[in-house]
């Protein structure tokens, strides 16, 4: 997949969140689906947690991705 899909991808699972901040240092192994770009191949997952709408009493989910995804967001 290339960055630009990729991108792509990232911008509309995360469509209406936002504050995004990293959950744990080191990644679990998941054979799961990441949840951000859909990229198939198990490996490293990274959590993180980010708010649903921008004001400040807003809902707190929890998410997860790939190392790929991850770099992305947080580099």
Do not use: Q, W
């Not at 960055?3 to 995004?20: D, M, P, Q, S």
């Amino acid at each position: 997949m290339t960055t630009k899909e990729r991108k792509k991808k990232i911008e509309r699972y995360l469509e209406g969140v936002f504050n995004l901040s990293p959950a744990a240092k080191e990644p679990h192994f998941s054979s799961a689906d990441c949840e951000c770009c859909g990229d198939s191949l198990g490996g490293g997952r990274y959590d993180f947690v980010g708010r649903l709408g921008k004001k400040h009493d807003a809902e707190i989910i929890e998410l997860s991705c790939c190392a790929d995804c991850f770099g992305y967001l947080f580099t």
